[in-house]
Each structure stands twice: as C-alpha cells, then as structure tokens.
C-alpha cells in the first residue's frame, strides 16, 4: 500500500478520534468518587423518573489497559494532578491516548503538506504537546477566575464566622452563594469533611488541586487558628484586604506591561506566518530548506531556538513579582 494514502487514513481517523476525544473532555461524566459523595450531599436524585439508576459510562479496554499501566506511577499522578486542576474529567491513561491521536494526526497533516518525512515527525512531536498546552491554559484560567473570587469568599466567610457560624457552616455557605469555580472547590471541601476527612487534610486537598498562594495563605491562617485559637473572623478579614491590595497591583502592572508581553508573542509569531506565506506563495523558494540537507534544517532549529528564546526573554522581563 502506499505510504501517502497510508497516512492520509490514518490522519483521517487520528482527527476524528481527537474530535471524539474533545467531545468526552467536555460532556465526561462525574468521576465515580464524585458520584459516591453527591449520594449523600447533592440535592439532585442519582434515579430518574422511572426510578432506573443512571447508567455508567465504562472505559474501552485501551483506556483501562492504559490506565492500570499508569496507576500508581510518577508520571500517572503528575498527569492525574494537571487534570484535575484544570478540572479535565479524563483519566490518565486517556489523557495519553488524547496525546498520542493528536501526534499522529498533527504529524499526519504535516507529511501531507510537505511530503517529508522529517516535517511528519516534528509535526508528530508538535502534536503530542498540544493537550498538554491546552491543559495548562484551562489551568490558568481556572487558577486566575479562583483568585478573582477568593476576597469575596474571605468577605463571605468573615460575615457568618461573625454572626455565629462554624468554620465549616461558612465554607458551605460559600459552596452555595458564590458562582464557580469557587463554590465547587468548597463543596467538594464540605462533601469530603461530611464524610468523615479531617479539615487540614480537606484543605489540603483542595490546595493540590488549586496550586495559589493566596489560598496557601489562608488555609495557613485556618490550620494555624484551630492549633492556638484565635478570632478567625480578624485574621480573615485581613488576609482579604491584603489579597484585594495584590489583586488591584496585578491589574496596574498587567496594564503597565501589556505592550511587552503582546510584543513578546507578535514578534515570536512573525516569522513563523512569514514562512507561512512564503510557503504558499512561493513553495519550492521554502523546500530549499529540506533539500539541502543538514544544512537547511540546521537552520531551521537555530531559528526556532532563538524565537523561543526570545520569546522567553520578552516575557520574563513582562513579569513582576508581588
């Protein structure tokens, strides 16, 4: 068989597997820990109407072979603690096979356009980065939204500390007043201290799935409080005017470098949509850099390490620690 029709096929089905694969990220379904507490502590029935219980999803033998070969290693639980902060329901063995279809695809449509061998294995190791770099951005922004909301969750907790509330009734008032991501994070907190899981080890749960330092902060205070006593109620409410003070900072200074860091990514993306274009426009003046051997990839990897690098450079000089 041919080995242009060979991998057009199999680019075929790598693309609609990762539709597939985006589509699960999306709509998953709770995980079975998830389920077990909303038995006790959701208000929404697990039966419906008809009084069937919902049935489960279960995986396809690659995903559980996938898994059980992950389970219990480094590399699984660094996987499973990047999904599960950027709230991804996928397990780590899926989350592999997410990877491995989009290199193969990536790769795929690189060896189409350029017909060589060497554009499908860097299109291949392109793509095996791209779910990665898809979870460290819902990372972000989950961190960031979190961080928006954490003064008035002080603001709220201080308030029913203060009219008489315990430290756990204020934390599921939180879970029901706030909009998410907060109010998950606390709610899972109140399931897992309903169900028996001490308060530091709750909070430190909810500080590995929510990597900030402020929260680091105020679970601190929290922990520190039930040691040695103490008005919370104070210590919260200053711990919020403080995170306020950082927030408003971050904001000026966001402001103030907004033009280097934006430069930083144009300049960075400038010579790649140069080639781009040079490529459509004038395709065998770009080849020139894969048939001249050594050289020409030669220079290809000295420009991208200095795009990189200068990419780097740009963004470090953007940031400013508070």
């Given at each position: 068989m041919d080995i242009t029709l060979l991998l057009i096929v199999g680019g075929f089905l790598a693309l609609i597997f990762l539709i597939i694969g985006i589509v699960i990220t999306i709509s998953g379904e709770k995980s079975v820990v998830d389920e077990r507490l909303d038995r006790y502590t959701s208000e929404q029935p697990l039966y419906d109407t008809r009084g069937t219980q919902e049935a489960d999803k279960?995986?396809?033998?690659?995903?559980?072979?996938?898994?059980?070969?992950?389970?219990?290693?480094?590399?699984?639980?660094?996987?499973?603690?990047?999904?599960?902060?950027?709230?991804?329901?996928?397990?780590?063995?899926?989350?592999?096979?997410?990877?491995?279809?989009?290199?193969?695809?990536?790769?795929?449509?690189?060896?189409?356009?350029?017909?060589?061998?060497?554009?499908?294995?860097?299109g291949f190791i392109i793509g095996l980065f791209l779910p990665r770099m898809y979870v460290k951005a819902e990372q972000g922004k989950r961190l960031t939204r979190f961080n928006g909301q954490l003064a008035?969750?002080?603001?709220?907790?201080?308030?029913?500390?203060?009219?008489?509330?315990?430290?756990?009734?204020?934390?599921?008032?939180?879970?029901?007043?706030?909009?998410?991501?907060?109010?998950?994070?606390?709610?899972?907190?109140v399931q897992e201290m309903q169900l028996g899981v001490p308060?530091?080890?709750?909070?430190?749960?909810?500080?590995?799935?929510?990597?900030?330092?402020?929260?680091?902060?105020?679970?601190?205070?929290?922990?520190?409080?039930?040691?040695?006593?103490?008005?919370?109620?104070?210590?919260?409410?200053?711990?919020?005017?403080?995170?306020?003070?950082?927030?408003?900072?971050?904001?000026?200074?966001?402001?103030?470098?907004?033009?280097?860091?934006?430069?930083?990514?144009?300049?960075?993306?400038?010579?790649?949509i140069l080639m781009g274009i040079l490529y459509v426009m004038n395709r065998d003046y770009m080849m020139q850099f894969f048939t001249n051997g050594i050289c020409g990839y030669a220079g290809l990897a000295c420009a991208g390490f200095l795009i990189i690098a200068g990419y780097f450079a740009m963004t470090k000089m953007a940031e400013v620690e508070i």
């Open positions: 279960k995986a396809t033998p690659l995903a559980d072979w996938l898994n059980s070969r992950l389970q219990g290693s480094s590399f699984g639980d660094s996987i499973s603690k990047d999904l599960a902060q950027a709230d991804i329901k996928l397990k780590a063995g899926e989350y592999v096979a997410v990877m491995v279809i989009a290199g193969v695809g990536v790769g795929a449509i690189a060896y189409i356009l350029g017909l060589t061998i060497i554009g499908a294995i860097v008035d969750m002080l603001n709220l907790m201080v308030n029913g500390l203060r009219a008489g509330y315990s430290t756990m009734q204020a934390m599921e008032a939180v879970s029901k007043e706030l909009p998410p991501p907060i109010c998950d994070e606390f709610r899972r907190v308060m530091e080890r709750a909070l430190e749960n909810l500080l590995r799935r929510i990597p900030s330092e402020d929260l680091d902060l105020v679970i601190t205070a929290i922990n520190v409080q039930r040691e040695v006593g103490g008005n919370l109620a104070e210590i919260l409410d200053t711990i919020s005017f403080t995170i306020r003070e950082r927030v408003r900072i971050k904001g000026e200074i966001k402001v103030l470098t907004a033009q280097q860091s934006y430069s930083g990514k144009f300049l960075s993306l400038l010579p790649v």
